[in-house]
């Protein structure tokens, strides 16, 4: 049974987590663990990230009146969980510094899903980078759910032949197999189209295995471009990319590139990174 992890922003209900986690939940069980941070938004705290101790007036604390919403939000949780019949836990202890104990919860979790309407509603242009101070940060991959969503039936995997993207996609097929299933689209960008598709016999190998509905696609156009395009029409996906690194996903699909995927189409989006 596999663990996952939700945070829940302030005194922000994460429903479209929650509600993507229960559709995991319907077809092979999974235990949930709510993370309530009863402090300001989560967006907001990416920059104290890297701090191992909490620092004197650094980050406010809860108020009377949140803690009061925090309190039925997480009520609101518990009977969703026990209507839904899923085995669910419930961490408060975020009361003084928020962003290590999330970072302890993703390290004994399989998976951390966050609402990435968060980001968008505090940070606007700037939302790409506490995305990937995020990813970078937290120590088990992590899915990114807008408020409105399909739940998936294409996969998309994003590759360039570096270590972090077949790791990502690795990790994807392990931890959502009941997804390994539906119509699979390993996508490769290169700012060179004479540049052969890398690694693509090893490449189809080994993803066949786990996706058997599976097509490769190589883009001859200018991805920057015409992404988003395509991407529009490929149905109800979710976007599966290594994170933010040294390969040419960084230049061709950085981070700002991504935010904007997600927010034009409102798809999920899976990160993996070591």
């Not at 604390?61 to 609101?76: A, D, S, T, Y």
């Not at 001859?220 to 040294?246: H, K, M, Q």
């Amino acid at each position: 049974m596999r663990k996952i992890a939700i945070a829940f922003d302030s005194t922000q209900y994460s429903e479209s987590a929650l509600k993507f986690a229960s559709e995991l939940n319907k077809k092979n069980p999974v235990t949930i663990t709510g993370a309530f941070l009863p402090l300001t938004s989560i967006s907001s705290l990416w920059s104290y990230a890297d701090m191992n101790e909490p620092q004197s007036g650094t980050v406010p604390l809860v108020e009377n009146n949140v803690g009061k919403e925090i309190r039925n939000n997480i009520k609101r949780f518990e009977q969703y969980c026990i209507d839904y019949g899923i085995d669910h836990r419930v961490h408060t202890d975020y009361f003084d510094f928020a962003i290590p104990e999330l970072k302890k919860q993703s390290r004994f979790a399989d998976l951390l899903i966050i609402n990435n309407e968060s980001f968008y509603s505090d940070t606007g242009k700037n939302s790409g980078k506490y995305i990937e101070e995020c990813l970078r940060t937290m120590e088990c991959p992590v899915m990114l759910i807008p408020n409105q969503f399909k739940f998936p039936s294409v996969n998309i995997l994003s590759y360039d032949g570096s270590e972090s993207s077949v790791y990502a996609i690795k990790q994807y097929a392990y931890l959502l197999p009941e997804l390994a299933n539906n119509k699979t689209i390993l996508v490769h960008a290169d700012a060179d189209a004479d540049n052969p598709f890398p690694d693509e016999l090893n490449a189809e190998l080994l993803v066949g295995r786990h996706f058997p509905d599976l097509q490769l696609f190589k883009f001859e156009a200018d991805p920057r471009r015409y992404f988003t395009t395509w991407l529009s029409n490929t149905g109800s996906a979710i976007l599966v990319s290594g994170a933010f690194g040294r390969s040419s996903l960084r230049r061709l699909f950085h981070e700002s590139f991504i935010s904007d995927i997600i927010r034009e189409h409102q798809i999920p989006l899976f990160v993996a990174h070591k």
